[in-house]
């Protein structure tokens, strides 16, 4: 009794659920004879509802199709952005026809995860299919890109179908019938212009190899390694070639790889970008943007085993979008603004893919309908693009090659140049070397001893010692402005002043003013500082006129610190009417003075004081009961070996004198 009711039950829901024309309400049946030939757009027959959470059995969507307030396409093929809920839809093919007929039932849009096809025939028998990316390649119908489910037509019958679609990246459903010739007629030509397109990038990704290894510009390897991952391996996972191709076995590996292939593509623009723009040299600002943002990619490849593929797919779309925009300003900023030609190709070409681009990610968020243009404008601004890069990049071997030929051409001038100039700072350093003491005055009771040290061959700092009368002894030590050339000619010119003066000048302020006299005005209008000081034997006196030069230290083994005597007065070549007062000081036997230029206290600097004059003053008075060549040996050391942790950076020029 018990077996005999299940079996009435069954019955009743059998004669419910496929007998019942009104299993898929508010649409009509889709004739057969109107696909004249061609494949079909089911979008003006559709009507779908959201499922959340998914289901999973014809009894349910059934029920739900009857029950739920459900949504008609109108027309427009069903896109729904990047959502994670499920979508059923519902439709009706009738075989208007005398004969059967073998029709095909399929989705274009191949980033589908999970497709369940549904057919509900009018003698109760039930076909279904379960196919999308996360399923093995033969759960398909047929070897196509996309997804299909096969049914077979009895003349004048009615079907049914369920077809319920969900994934993790966006939702778009083009749903399309065709009989079964027609459908393989659309397939051979769809494969025709996928071949074409991949036929395109590989011969060109060849062409560019080749082209690398003959000039080696890094442009084309890294515009090589973009085609390979943007324009083949990502667009291979775009357009649901990977399973068709290499992968029928591996849904996961296909699943995960494709957010993977995403973000390469995106960090494969960057070097390319650089390179074929030149932007370290043309921009180096935006350079360091590009730098900064080529690291986005990378972290999110890095992110993607921890966070959500949903997540990481619209980040992509996201990023994507935005970098389309900067490129596309900075390509048509390196080509207009700066001027450099390439990039026009670069900005023509980029202009095709991000047009295209943008239709495809805009299509993704569901703010574009899907049509034939945004389903293949991407791939066709992509293989525009491959073209006129490959223009570009010629144009751009010929544009660096004319700046190579320039660089050379100043770099043979500049070689001369650097000829001419080293002869030049010979002919200076002899020039120089003959303003200087060659013999220094040997005086009893005085002890002199000098040191030289130029920051270049030839340096600013000038120095001379003169006998003057019988017991007195004249010395002018000065720093002239800069190095080089002109350093040696103020030196001279300096020198000849110098000589001038000592023939009536008899104090050292009058030295100074007398100098001071004949440069001021004709000196380049530069400045120099000076020191002048007249040591008297028999008197036992010094003499000092300064002119903006650092002090002279006086000290003896007596001393309890080092007395430092500067007057006051203004650098020469400031103004003709200047004078320069004098400061006598009285000397004893074992007094010590030392004069200088402003370069010695560098050295003595350290990293435990600022102040370079203070370590000096304080070497010095530890030193003090030294003799004069053993203060000389110590200087001269010091300085040596300062000069060994790097160059100096000015002259550096002493006179020691010591009273015995």
């Not at 949504?71 to 009738?94: A, E, L």
């Not at 805009?362 to 066709?380: C, D, I, K």
């Not at 006196?541 to 203004?570: C, D, M, W």
């Not at 007094?591 to 004081?609: A, H, P, V, Y």
Request: glycine share 6%.
């Amino acid at each position: 009794m018990k077996q005999t009711f299940t079996f009435i039950l069954l019955c009743l829901f059998h004669t419910n659920l496929f007998s019942n024309p009104k299993d898929c309400p508010n649409t009509s049946p889709v004739p057969l004879s109107v696909t004249n030939g061609n494949t079909y757009d089911l979008s003006d027959h559709l009507v779908y509802f959201t499922a959340s959470p998914s289901l999973h059995s014809v009894a349910e969507v059934s029920h739900q199709f009857q029950t739920t307030a459900l949504q008609k396409s109108n027309g427009v093929i069903p896109n729904f952005g990047n959502t994670d809920k499920q979508y059923w839809f519902c439709f009706v093919i009738h075989n208007d026809e005398n004969e059967s007929k073998q029709i095909i039932t399929y989705i274009k849009y191949p980033l589908l995860d999970d497709v369940k096809f549904f057919a509900l025939r009018e003698s109760g028998e039930i076909s279904e299919n379960q196919q999308g990316r996360r399923f093995p390649f033969e759960n398909r119908d047929i070897d196509y890109r996309g997804f299909s489910f096969a049914t077979d037509l009895l003349p004048k019958e009615t079907v049914t179908y369920f077809v319920g679609v969900k994934t993790d990246s966006s939702m778009s459903v083009p749903l399309m019938v065709a009989e079964e010739k027609n459908f393989y007629t659309f397939v051979s030509f769809d494969t025709l212009l996928q071949g074409i397109f991949f036929g395109i990038v590989g011969v060109m990704s060849i062409y560019n190899l080749f082209v690398y290894f003959m000039v080696r510009d890094k442009a084309y390897i890294f515009y090589v390694l973009y085609l390979l991952i943007s324009a083949i391996l990502f667009q291979f996972s775009l357009q649901g070639l990977l399973p068709v191709l290499f992968f029928p076995n591996s849904p996961e590996f296909v699943y995960n790889s494709h957010n993977l292939l995403y973000f390469l593509f995106l960090f494969t623009c960057f070097p390319m970008s650089i390179t074929f723009m030149n932007l370290k040299e043309i921009a180096p600002l935006i350079y360091k943007w590009f730098l900064a943002l080529a690291t986005i990619p990378i972290i999110s490849i890095c992110l993607l085993p921890f966070l959500p593929y949903r997540l990481m797919n619209q980040a992509g779309d996201i990023f994507s979008f935005l970098l389309a925009f900067f490129a596309l300003f900075v390509s048509y900023y390196i080509a207009f603004v700066k001027k450099f030609p390439p990039a026009r190709f670069y900005f023509s070409g980029y202009l095709m893919v991000i047009v295209g681009g943008l239709a495809t990610v805009l299509r993704y968020m569901g703010f574009f309908p899907v049509n034939a243009f945004t389903e293949n404008s991407f791939q066709v601004g992509m293989a525009i693009e491959v073209l006129l890069m490959a223009f570009g990049l010629g144009d751009r071997i010929s544009v660096v090659r004319k700046e190579k030929d320039k660089i050379q051409f100043k770099a043979e001038i500049n070689k001369q140049k650097l000829i001419a100039y080293g002869r030049e700072l010979k002919l200076a350093q002899k020039l120089q070397e003959s303003t200087l003491p060659q013999i220094l005055p040997k005086f009893p009771g005085l002890v002199i001893k000098t040191g030289y040290f130029p920051a270049s061959l030839v340096g600013g700092d000038f120095y001379d010692i003169s006998v003057f009368g019988k017991h007195q002894i004249c010395c002018l030590i000065a720093d002239v402005t800069g190095h080089g050339v002109p350093a040696a000619i103020e030196a001279a010119m300096l020198k000849i002043a110098y000589m001038q003066t000592l023939a009536f000048a008899n104090k050292p302020g009058k030295v100074l003013e007398s100098i001071n006299v004949s440069l001021a005005g004709n000196y380049k209008n530069q400045f120099l500082t000076a020191s002048a000081i007249f040591i008297d034997l028999e008197l036992k006196q010094l003499k000092v006129a300064n002119a903006g030069h650092p002090a002279l230290y006086k000290f003896n083994e007596n001393s309890t610190s080092i007395e430092v005597i500067r007057p006051k007065g203004k650098l020469i070549g400031y103004s003709k009417e200047v004078h320069y007062p004098e400061e006598v000081h009285k000397l004893s036997p074992g007094d010590k003075i030392l004069l200088f230029t402003d370069g010695i206290w560098d050295l003595w600097e350290n990293g435990d004081s600022d102040s370079g004059e203070e370590e000096l003053l304080d070497w010095l008075l530890v030193r003090k009961k030294e003799s004069v060549e053993a203060l000389y040996g110590g200087i001269d050391g010091h300085i040596r070996l300062r000069n060994k942790e790097g160059p100096a950076d000015d002259d550096i020029t002493f006179i020691l004198f010591e009273i015995t």
